[in-house]
Nanobody, 116 residues
């Protein structure tokens, strides 16, 4: 079955950096568009960054210029490099995969806390 396991969350001061990683298994990696989403307390889950198999990317306006999504198709991993973190980036971050048939799968999430 599809499995997505995130790692790399934690506590960081504003202005700092964190790198999230996601290890994927249970599906043919090249068939999936990989993404990172986040959900802050009391808010809806929102997309942060997406990347296709060929490396096309899409970012939320709030993270453009600060976050970089990448994927290693040989290792079935996707990463999110987060720089210049802000307090409002505090959220649970989820790795996700989307397929052309409309199916989506999520990881268990990893907490990112940015102190002011």
């Amino acid at each position: 079955q599809v499995q997505l396991v995130e790692s790399g969350g934690g506590l960081v001061q504003a202005g700092g950096s964190l790198r999230l990683s996601c290890a994927a298994s249970g599906f043919i990696f090249r068939f999936g568009t990989m993404g990172w989403y986040r959900q802050a307390p009391g808010k809806q889950r929102e997309p942060v960054a997406l990347i296709t198999f060929v490396g096309s990317t899409n970012y939320a306006d709030s993270v453009k210029g600060r976050f970089i999504i990448s994927r290693d198709n040989a290792k079935n991993t996707v990463a999110l490099q987060m720089n210049s973190l802000k307090f409002e980036d505090t959220a649970v971050y989820y790795c996700a995969v989307s397929f052309s048939n409309g199916n989506n799968y999520w990881g268990q999430g990893t907490q990112v806390t940015v102190s002011p």
